[in-house]
């Protein structure tokens, strides 16, 4: 018979905190959807205590910032990143991302504070954070901490936070009014994790690329960033050998693994396909949009 696991509902980020500082190994519990399968897979993973986020107010919603910044709390669930209007132009590609996570039943319970804590490195968000250069906000005992989100994804699974931590929200700063972004994901099946994605956000004029950040996803223990790859691209007018330079120059900077979505070599031979869709697709955008 399982050991029976304390279970606490706080109805305030501080409840939550003090809950986190004084239970030895209490784990927040956001949509369930990676820990809850965890949990019943079998006893290696059973926290003593869960801390239920469902019922804090504060980190639902999603909200901008006069300047611009869109703030979206940690419970916001992933449906709702889909559909929010909120993300447009540069930040297109957080609502893409959230749209292709899994499928509607997963969309509609997880969260995207608790898909960035679990910081796998398939997951879609990750690589998001980098691209639009986010913030993660964090509480704990001692205050509240704000972490760039190429802080915050330290490992394979572990990120900047400590045990007694919680996200509270993740902010996004206002990009560029002529930027576009895309977010393109290669999978085995429809709702899988990515074998490769990119995350790409692109300021356009007059054809020629004025600014440019890339980052990938399942091609590390991180999101991988390559600022050699993105200078390639600065000021070019995005040929087809700048963009298979760039292509090379991401390739060298990944360090992707044999699993069960594909080999390594796999991977890198869809990094340049991958980086060229993406592109294609912002230029497509930027067109569309009229925003050059
Ligand atoms: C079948 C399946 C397919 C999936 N496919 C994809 C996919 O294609 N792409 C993708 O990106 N993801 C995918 N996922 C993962 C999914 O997005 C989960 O929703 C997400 O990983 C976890 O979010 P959650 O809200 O359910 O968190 P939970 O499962 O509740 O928690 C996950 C972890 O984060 C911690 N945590 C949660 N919230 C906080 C917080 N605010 N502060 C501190 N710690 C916190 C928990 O303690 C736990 O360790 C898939 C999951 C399943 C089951």
Redesign the pocket.
Known sequence: MAEPVEFYEPRTIAEAVAVLASVPDA???????????GMNMGPLFRPPALVS?QRIDELKGITQRPDGTVVVG?MVT?RTVAQSELFGGGLEVVREAAGC??HPA?RT???I???I??A?PA???PAVLIATDATVVVTGPSGIREIPAAEFFVDFMTTS?EPDE??TAITFPPAPADAVSVYEKFTRAS???ATVSVALALSLRHGRCESVRIALGSCGPTPVRAAAAEQRLVQTSLDESDVQDAGRILCDAAAPMDDVRGTADYKLMLIPRLLGRTIQRAQERAVAWRVE
């Open positions: 784990c927040c519990l956001a949509g369930g959807q990676t820990l809850v399968a986020l940690a992933h996570i899994a997963i319970m997880g969260t504070g608790g898909s804590c679990h796998d997951a879609d968000y936070i919680l996200v709702g899988d994790f």
